[in-house]
């Protein structure tokens, strides 16, 4: 696996960076000879080329930032962010009033330029070219998206000496591999007040993501204010909807960031929380209330009944206005057919106009929409199940189901962008997205039908999440996605991506993200006490069920507490990934210092579990973790008794290894909605012992 | 020192708490014999009344709430609120979908009724009746706002067993002592979003604050949309203020909290920003800029020019439309005075008009603007400097200068209320304020005098504070300040207040409270790494500059980074006190057992130095702390010497005593804009080594 990392001339060592130009050329980043390990560079995601110079700008109080945008332009904002943030970073009191006024005369010190402001649009210029001297930043691009990105990546070369910060000396030119790298958050099944909303943009922002899908609407709320059908809102939110003013907020915001807004309205199923208010337009009779539950449900609109189409017209002629992207997502997805079945007006619709089955009689509704969203100035995006025939090849086929309709999609000429694979509501290790690619190596496309996959979308499906966890569910691991979104193809070191994943987490914390921070919170809460020491050490080695297991355990609902142990566990647990790759480290070479510290986690592990306990007196909320913390005692013990065999180059008979793997696969039962997700690395060491030993 | 403590049965033995009546009445809340330490309740602010009785009321996922509110009303929407966070702290799944409807006419659970809705008004009665049988609870009030008390009261009951969660069964009556019970937040030195305040407000609700006084306009901004002169916000706040969609949308929210929201214009100093659009409405000819500093500065509103009060007039129509309270605060304060007497129209003016002085010039300001705020409906409050001859008596006197003003002005026939003592920005211990009373047990007024007092006002002015850092120093030092404004004066206990504190602080978290979890993270991002240990030592050792004294140390400014090691520290450690506590205790009985547990503490903080030098050679931002490390590890060496000596028995002469002093006070000395305050306890310690030991 080529090594991806670039370097960074960073740390205490006065390090004498000789002279030492790199060209990580897309699309084979190289790794580079010379400097130790602590002068890698930690950009994410990775630029399309970077070459690393001798020397340092040097950043200190007198920095200033000046450009050839003006004080209301959007590049002017974001050069005053940087510079907040920059201070933010440093606690340096930087002199310059970097909110009044950004002198573009001025020599020296950080200098952007671009051509033109750029269009929110895809396909739009992101490209800009860095070039960091001893005595001058010089950031320059075609359009002040561009800039956006490269203060980003300026930013993230931060560096510090003994002298204090700086940035090392270097080239890079820079652009995206893809042009639609998007974030879906589902605001319908949990809403998500603006700060939410404002926080995440930030955060896509820092990792260049451009696209925020905005899922508007579910089963389990309408969240946008109609101020043309106000009983949408009113009736089907439970108060909890985004007026008119919040949302040109949001949209002004993200904007501001670079980032387009995709409104999604997700019909003609998921749409129970509109008939609350409409009950007339769903498929079958009868009174509506908002659902609570998760699933797939009945309801949906009546392609048959002539009345939805002006009332569609209508209503999106109304979210055209409030949304100026081009685009606008219908949603489509999982229409559960029984009213449509049970329903004789449907029935004699169908057999009238020829509609064979349920998938031809959407079809119908969605070529009678889109003449209503062409009319409104719209283009089309929607599910995989909106890829029907007849219907023209300006929409776009959003892939959840997998990657092999999107490559049907484009054979047929169509645009896609994939989310297959990006679920970051299941709860996946991070290698799992990044190694999944739009258009990955053994693509069986040519060239242009390549070029219709536009990118892809992480998907934040809200039924097991709430403001306080969302952004533990979404950050880190979304990075890797922008990642695989942005940089070249080439870039796959799943071992680097993490180091710098860790460091990239931390800086979105400036942002206002509450990914980490939460944690703590939430097990305080649980105890009643400030001590929760017991508690993260155990969370180091349990995370959340994944993929839908977690549904198995509980009925959850929207009114479900989300305050549990489980929630407080990231999706994926970083020490637990390092201790698995130790162990398989360990079995590889025997290392007696690295069997020292695989001895030193597990001891401690098994040691907490009295600590543990003694916790769970006070807390009735807490107590169904004790089968997971008792799991990982045994667990450890077991794994204790291996290592000292290994240790010893001793062997031990089947029976043996059979009898501890008992014990093991009790500890890796799910408890408490989680799973102890260090039992398969313990288990390896138990099967290393089979034998005669060596 | 009475005992103020209430009685909870609470913790896993299964308390057979016998039929305890304990009236604990107004004003002598006394201490109760029978049931042992985790038996207490932990009520903040104590309630006037309460009896606890034998026997539990379980709280199970079984549980309702229902009374007599219909949907759309503030009490049912607090009950709805209550479910959840009473659903998110046990982690039950509750059945009732307490969002959808809240059965009046069922059985059990938890029942609430109410007379009429509560106008948000002084002396609006929030009396409440909380009886908790084993069987149901039930919450009865003359108002709405009574309920909503009522609800905190009893989510602070919460208490645990064996057998799981209960509320113990309680009698309370409860009723504020003072009807004006404040937060002040200042938005002009550095703005706070809508989010900022939302988070705040629950927190005052949660403590049963009732004002929120907005002071919207200061030298360093003008936060407020204007409609009717938009030149004031677009010119005035570098883009940072609240749209008037915003406004309205904080009135609501404080007012379905039942906290009246009293904005604060202040007037005719503090008032640079205002300037930037008009300038010639100021005192002084030429343009302004918004101010970076902070201080008090010369620019003043020119009460000679008669073109202001159309201005006013104009201006405040406006704002009286916007904000419902009767109440305006109108500023007053600190008029530097040299734009005035360097104007010669202003002085032949005064000459005119017999104004001998700039107090009487402001005394006629306030004259011509009281009849603006009459015009438009508002009661006129100001600080202490509008308190002049010739105002009429239903003015507002608000006290930052001392008690002797608000004796002066209740003598006088005015309404006063206090904020002197309750400077939360000056990062003093919330014992401090907490004994600060508006009218203390030795007032000299009469009691139709003291009902002139309508409370006090916690003051967060914002030189110091940006919204990463505004929740850490409002709370919880300000839940002290609620319960000196609700509760009983008799209740004074000081130990018991931290006792409760402390819970109260975990409990705020969960409405989005910053103020715990943002240490960690300001750390984090100072040092670049997720493991933050060493600095969390040190940080309990260490507080904030107190008063103004952080302002000598460094020039700052609204754009200054308010990120670093100081920024991150308590404004009161909690671990400090109870260190300089164990000391106090120790030094009278010299229990060997405390002096162990005070060796083990100085020692890990004495070890702990090494530990932060390493952490600083990775962040030049920290390496200012060293000083204080160093300083209390010499500290702590010296106490442990100090300690050695004392434990056993021996004495030392006065020079090895003044030797020591020395080290004790370089220790002292403030670094890094904070200073260790554990010092003065070990000083105590080698204080008490002098002469011949016992």
Redesign the interface.
Known sequence: MARTTLLRPV??LALAVSALALALGSPALRAAAGPPDDGVLSLLPVPESVAVRAGRFRVDEGLTIGGSAPVSSRAF?AAARFM?RL????????KQ????GQDPAGEGGIRYVFERPGALLPNEDETYSLTVDPAKVSLAAKTDLGVLRGLETLLQLLS?DEA??YFPCVSIIDKPRFTWRGLLVDVGRHFH???VLKRNLDAMAAVKMNVFHWHLTEDQGFRVESKVFPKLHQLGS??MYY?Q?EIREVVDYAADRGIRVLPEFDIPGHSTSWFVAYPQYSSAPGSY??E?RFGVFGPAFNPADERIYPFFDAFFKEMAGLFPDPYLHIGGDEVEGHQWEANPAIQAFKKKNGLADNNALQAYFNKRLLKILIKHGKKMVGWDEIFQPDLPTDIVIHSWRGPKSLVEAARKGYQGILSNGYYIDLCQPAEFHYLNDPVPADSPLDDRQKALVLGGEATMWSELVTS?TIDSRIWPRTAAIAERLWSPASVRDVDDMYRRL??VS?EL??L?L?H???Q??IL???L???EIKPLKVLAQAVEPLEGYKRHDQ??Y?S???F??FVDACAPESLPARAFVKEVDRYLTGRDPQLGAKIRRTMTVWKDNHALVLAAL?????LR?IEPLSLGLAQACETGLEALAVLSKGEGRPAAWAEERSKVLAGAAKPAAHAELVVVPAIAKLVEACKGPGR
């Open positions: 740390g205490l904002r907040s201070s933010g970073r440093t606690g340096l009191f930087v009033d970097f909110l009044a510090a204090g910060y007040p603006v700060e439970d108060g007026t003013a209330a908002i609570r306080e860790g460091l931390l914390e400036e206002g509450l980490l921070k939460n703590d919170m305080r809460r649980l009643g006490r400030p509980a009925t609902t009114l479900s507490p305050t549990r007196a006070a807390s009735p909320a169904e």
